[in-house]
């Protein structure tokens, strides 16, 4: 018999837009709309808002599958094998384990629809960005790539990502 340690979600939540908490990691800003404690642990959803150029490396999360319903912008998207040029309106659901990098492209910012299952993949960004002092993308008042990326290092392991290759090119 197979025990948890995830509690049942025991209440509604409702969140009116501007009320999440936000995060500001790898230059963008990541709006908590469901953390996972509030679902029991099998869901986490956030607002992400990232500008033109952040690209992440070529990784996995051993744990985690991944949906996103893009709203602004463009996104290049590499899962496995497969090229994908998201814009408002793709959607993308993303298997646990499979390889996958992205870039924002175009002449304005991302906004994405971004979910977990289970949830706690999005504890990663509060361990290695800061509390957003406003719902805005962060300036000067954010990380320096210097400072945020020996965090990601540090922390990734522990919520099961994996960077198994290099970033999409410019």
Known sequence: ???STQQPPS???MRDPGAARGTWAMSSLFEHLLESHESGGAL???LVTQPVGVATPLH???REAEALFVLDGRIDYLAGEERFDLRPG???HLPAGVPHAFRIRG???ARF????LPGGLLGLYDEVGLPAAELRLPGADGL???VEVPRWNEVAPRYGLEVVGPPLPE
């Open 1 to 3: 018999m197979t025990t």
């Open 11 to 13: 209440a509604v939540v």
């Open 44 to 46: 986490g959803v956030a």
């Open 60 to 62: 996995r999360h051993t």
């Open 90 to 92: 793709c959607f993308l």
């Open 107 to 109: 002449d304005q910012p």
């Open 113 to 116: 629809l971004a979910l977990t």
């Open 144 to 146: 320096a790539p210097e």
